[in-house]
């Protein structure tokens, strides 16, 4: 069974494309988690200048930038749970960093200009630019502080990956050719 840890910004394109890659692998999907506990004590007050300065996602409170002690590692749980089982297509949640060591994880990122990324977040969510624009910003600083809050570490690093795709140019069926064509030779 193959095991893919997929990253992906606003507007590349992830939450098509990993859905999409499991059906055609026949294995779960683990999505980016859909809740956070609000976060606690030093966590907290180290992001507490972030989000006063950066802004949060539409809909997010500053306390639900970077999950609390208790999901963290319920979300680490999961991620073991697939490693242990050996197969799944990841979304998110930090994976390509934090199963990094495993050799039999194939790790992705999905990312293009911001332009392009605005453009495609349009046509995916049916929104207009200025909306997408936004979401964008907020949500590009939410990740880059969720992952450098938790582990020290910049999501868009191309090293931390063993495939990144332009997906803004790449159609997005194309690129779960690719990433299913990656698997299929590291198998």
Same mark, same amino acid.
């Given at each position: 069974m193959a095991l893919v840890a997929i990253s992906s910004?606003?507007?590349?394109?992830?939450?098509?494309?990993?859905p999409a890659l499991a059906k055609r692998l026949d294995v779960p999907?683990?999505?980016?988690?859909?809740?956070?506990e609000p976060g606690r004590g030093g966590l907290?007050?180290? %992001? &507490?200048?972030?989000?006063?300065?950066? &802004?949060?996602?539409?809909?997010?409170?500053?306390e639900d930038l970077v999950p609390g002690d208790a999901r963290r590692r319920e979300i680490e749980a999961e991620l073991q749970a697939l490693q242990t089982t050996g197969g799944g297509v990841v979304l998110g949640r930090a994976a390509a960093f934090l199963l990094r060591e495993d050799p039999n994880v194939l790790r992705v990122l999905l990312t293009g200009p911001p332009e392009r990324r605005i453009a495609q977040g349009m046509a995916i969510e049916g929104i207009d630019r200025a909306t997408a624009a936004r979401r964008l910003e907020r =949500?590009?600083?939410?990740?880059?502080? *969720?992952?450098?809050?938790? *582990?020290?570490?910049?999501?868009?690093?191309? =090293?931390? *990956?063993? %495939?990144?795709?332009d997906?803004?140019?790449?159609?997005?069926?194309?690129?779960?050719?690719?990433?299913?064509?990656?698997?299929e030779k590291r198998a």
């Open positions: 910004p606003y507007g590349a394109g992830g939450s098509r494309v990993a999907f683990l999505d980016r988690p859909a809740d956070t907290l007050s180290k %992001l &507490g200048s972030i989000g006063m300065a950066w &802004g949060t996602p539409p809909g997010m409170e500053l =949500t590009d600083r939410a990740r880059l502080a *969720y992952h450098q809050t938790l *582990y020290c570490v910049d999501p868009r690093e191309p =090293t931390l *990956y063993h %495939l990144v795709v997906s803004t140019r790449v159609p997005l069926e194309t690129c779960v050719d690719l990433i299913a064509a990656a698997v």
